[in-house]
Structure formats: structure tokens, C-alpha cells
């Protein structure tokens, strides 16, 4: 998989991250305002909006950089994971069954994916939230196992409690890490899988690194109609043109560099 592969599940992933503002946008920006006397109550509820949220006229400070990073670099560790299971998982069933047919199918569900990830984006049609609700009920469920790791974790005041406590975010419930695994099943191999969620990891970062060190100001803008229209209107285009890149109709090769996903 070389870097013109990659760089379509890096723009999706910039410009899905608005959607990180409200699953992940809590945690981060807790990175910047916990001290050592926060305490999370016992009876708490372990979701993405629970921790504290920077003020509008919080100061940042000299080690917020650090912890947010560290934060980060966890997460998406945990997408990397999930994307070398992914793509070894989905190469060793395609060897087995060797049918062209069945990669066929998963060309075009990975790029309807994106379209209605856009649509979601873009708050015209909410389906993938359904995925999104399965997932919180297997979140649920392994709560009592995870929430004991999370308050150890809180305050998250040093690089390795950080980096912990991203790797088990990782696993949040998610529609659009959903949307990209879903490419990852095509991406022939673990190595293959891994890097993919890399370079979508990586397109999350701009956001949430802002959303550590500005919080407040930074949610205010993204949840702007006109941005998560623009945002989402991009992701669309990018499933519509796989869409007409896997059903043959559009084949020049400068299209991989717009595609998630390789004519098949």
C-alpha cells in the first residue's frame, strides 16, 4: 500500500474528525483543566462527554502538549490494532474462499460506508448512529471491567497514564472508525490494515490536538452548520467516486488518489 493510497483515508479522516468533538472532545480537553484532586464518582456513567471542559478563558499550559499527544498517540495505537486485526482477519478469509465476488461486495460496501458517514457528517441522515448504538451496548457491558481502569487512570497528569487512557478510548463506539475498518478489510494483510488506520488516525490529530489546547473556543466553531456540511459533503464525494471507481465506470488512474478503495 503506498502513500497515494493513504492519502484519501487521511482527508477523511480531517474531515470526519468533527465528529470527535463530541465523542472524544471531553476526554481531550480534560487533558488541559484536571488536577490531582479530580475525582470521578463511583456512580459515574464512563462515556465520551463525562470529563470537564475548557473554559473559554482557560490558559494553556507548559505540559498540556505533552499529555494531549500522549493521549493521542494511544488512541490511535488502538486504531492500528484494530486495523492490523481487521486486515489479516479479512486476508486469511479471502485466501480461504478466493472469491472474487466476495472482495467485490466489500469494495462497495466500504464506499457506501462513506456515504453515509457524509450524510451523517452533514446531519442529513443519521443511520450510521444505529451502528454507533450497537456498539455502545457491548460498551456497556464490558463497563464494570473498564470503568475500574479509567478511574485509575483520572487525573490523566503524566504521559503514560495519558497514552493508557487513549489506547482504552480507542475502542469507544464509533461510526466512523467503523466506516474506515470497513476499508481495512480490503487492505490485503495486518501491516497492510495498520497503516491504513494510521493515516486515518493521523487526519484525526489536527482536531483533537486543537481540541485539547483550545477546547470550548475550537467546539463552537466546528459544530458550525456550514463546516460539518462542508466536512461532510467531502467524505460523500469520496464514496460516491468509489462507488463509480468499483462499478467500472470511472477507471483513469489519477482516481486512486481520490479513492478509498482500488478499482477491484
Not at 483520572?154 to 493508557?164: I, L, R, W
Amino acid at each position: 500500500m503506498n502513500a497515494a493510497q493513504l492519502l484519501p483515508v487521511f482527508v477523511v479522516g480531517l474531515a470526519g474528525s468533527i465528529h470527535c468533538v463530541g465523542m472524544c472532545g471531553g476526554i481531550v480537553t480534560a487533558m488541559s483543566t484536571t488536577t490531582r484532586s479530580t475525582v470521578i464518582p463511583a456512580h459515574a456513567e464512563i462515556h465520551a462527554e463525562y470529563p470537564l471542559r475548557r473554559s473559554m478563558g482557560s490558559r494553556v499550559r507548559g505540559n498540556d502538549v505533552a499529555l494531549v499527544l500522549a493521549y493521542n498517540a494511544g488512541r490511535i495505537s488502538s486504531y492500528m490494532l484494530a486495523g492490523a486485526l481487521a486486515g489479516g482477519l479479512a486476508s486469511g478469509a479471502r485466501n480461504m474462499a478466493a472469491l472474487a465476488g466476495v472482495q467485490l461486495g466489500f469494495y462497495w460496501l466500504a464506499n457506501l460506508m462513506l456515504v453515509v458517514l457524509g450524510l451523517y457528517l452533514m446531519n442529513a441522515w443519521r443511520g450510521l448512529a444505529v451502528l454507533e448504538q450497537g456498539g455502545r451496548v457491548l460498551w456497556q457491558r464490558a463497563q464494570p471491567l473498564i470503568a475500574p481502569a479509567m478511574k485509575t487512570l483520572m487525573p490523566a497528569d503524566t504521559a503514560p497514564k495519558s497514552y493508557a487512557l487513549g489506547a482504552l478510548w480507542g475502542w469507544l463506539p464509533c461510526g466512523m472508525v467503523y466506516s474506515v475498518l470497513t476499508t481495512a478489510l480490503l487492505s490485503g494483510s495486518a501491516a497492510d490494515g495498520a497503516a491504513l488506520m494510521l493515516a486515518f488516525g493521523l487526519g484525526t490529530l489536527p482536531m483533537l490536538t486543537g481540541l485539547g489546547m483550545l477546547g470550548a473556543r475550537l467546539q463552537q466553531v466546528m459544530q458550525r452548520r456550514q463546516v460539518r456540511l462542508a466536512c461532510g459533503l467531502l467524505v460523500l464525494a469520496f464514496g460516491v467516486l468509489g462507488l463509480a471507481r468499483a462499478a467500472g465506470g470511472v477507471t483513469p488512474e489519477w482516481m486512486e488518489m481520490l479513492c478509498l478503495t482500488p478499482h477491484p
